[in-house]
Nanobody, 125 residues
Framework: QVQLVESGGGLVQAGSSLRLSCAAS????????MGWFRQAPGKEREFVAA????????YYADSVKGRFSISRDNAKNTVSLQMNSLNPEDTAVYYC??????????????????WGRGTQVTVSS
């Protein structure tokens, strides 16, 4: 089992940047593919970005491609999401998730078996 704790959320103006971090504890972090998801008020949770166990493969939602960057440090048991050029549509609770079973780097939230509690990101116009 792995425990995930997100941090770094906050209230920012449009055009600003934020860096989210997710600290993992428990089993070997490098055994997990990691993902970031978000859920805006009144909407379903959606995929944002994912990174493979080694960090060599990264996927992004079309809505964040070119603005967000996912990275991981297996020595520090952390995964980060650098978010640039934020806009009000990015306002959501952002969740970190870990996948222990898939062989690849899933973008489907149902492939992930461990979740953090989320961190709020609010972007004002």
């Amino acid at each position: 089992q792995v425990q995930l704790v997100e941090s770094g959320g906050g209230l920012v103006q449009a055009g600003s940047s934020l860096r989210l971090s997710c600290a993992a504890s428990g089993r070997t972090f490098s055994n997990y593919a990691m993902g970031w998801f978000r859920q805006a008020p009144g909407k379903e949770r959606e995929f944002v970005a994912a990174i493979s166990r080694s960090g060599g493969i990264r996927y992004y939602a079309d809505s964040v491609k070119g603005r967000f960057s996912i990275s991981r440090d297996n020595a520090k048991n952390t995964v980060s999401l650098q978010m640039n050029s934020l806009n009000p549509e990015d306002t959501a609770v952002y969740y970190c998730a870990a996948d222990s079973f898939s062989t690849g780097t899933p973008r489907d939230q149902y492939e992930y078996d461990y979740w953090g509690r989320g961190t709020q990101v609010t972007v004002s116009s």
